[in-house]
T-cell receptor, first 111, second 113 residues
């Protein structure tokens, strides 16, 4: 099946720093999504991208849908303690909306 | 709205035991799904349903059964638990599955001894 490679696996950053993570696929996706999972909770959608080359922002978050449709990037600017969690990329694999998830990027923010 | 609810929150089983993980949503979503989350592997789709009476297999369906008799409920059954089924299980629902936006429950942490 389709494989999503997400990197880095984990990041330890200081409050105020910017964070970047990315996801690559061996196959094309028509929709890329970024979810965040807080400790002990289920994932919550942060940003959805529907068009190749699209750049979308949500507050301090910015995500891009790669022009080849095989990759996506997420940036978090000026990190704060509540940014702690696991960030997942996901691609929609078919018209029924089945999702393929990356392995996640664990973000730890230190004061 | 309560959103997506899951019970129990934690469960310990012995190998060979059976149990049902409950999932309910009050958003009138047609699409519901079950995932398992294992360290370093992200979330993997077990089963999904596009409406009452309709279910289909996902990426890792072996050892699990589902049914969808109502729009609100989508239980996941383990018929004979195995240690390999130790995981965190998430139920999700969506009003527009093609959009990719899914609403997740808080999860059930299952340990099989």
């Amino acid at each position: 099946g389709q494989q999503l490679n997400q990197s880095p696996q984990s990041m330890f950053i200081q409050e105020g720093e910017d964070v970047s993570m990315n996801c690559t696929s061996s196959s094309i996706f028509n929709t890329w999504l970024w979810y965040k999972q807080d400790p002990g909770e289920g994932p919550v959608l942060l940003i959805a991208l529907y068009k190749a080359g699209e750049l979308t922002s949500n507050g301090r978050l910015t995500a891009q849908f790669g022009i080849t449709r095989k990759d996506s990037f997420l940036n978090i600017s000026a990190s704060i303690p509540s940014d702690v969690g696991i960030y997942f990329c996901a691609g929609v694999t078919d018209s029924w909306g089945k999702l393929q998830f990356g392995a996640g990027t664990q973000v730890v923010v230190t004061p | 709205n309560a959103g997506v609810t899951q019970t129990p929150k934690f469960q310990v089983l012995k190998t060979g035991q059976s149990m049902t993980l409950q999932c309910a949503q009050d958003m009138n979503h047609e699409y519901m799904s079950w995932y398992r989350q294992d360290p370093g592997m992200g979330l993997r789709l077990i089963h999904y349903s596009v409406g009452a009476g309709i279910t289909d297999q996902g990426e890792v369906p072996n050892g699990y059964n589902v049914s969808r008799s109502t729009t609100e409920d989508f239980p996941l059954r383990l018929l004979s638990a195995a240690p390999s089924q130790t995981s965190v299980y998430f139920c999700a629902s969506s009003y527009s599955p093609a959009s990719g936006e899914q609403f997740f429950g808080p999860g059930t942490r299952l340990t099989v001894l």
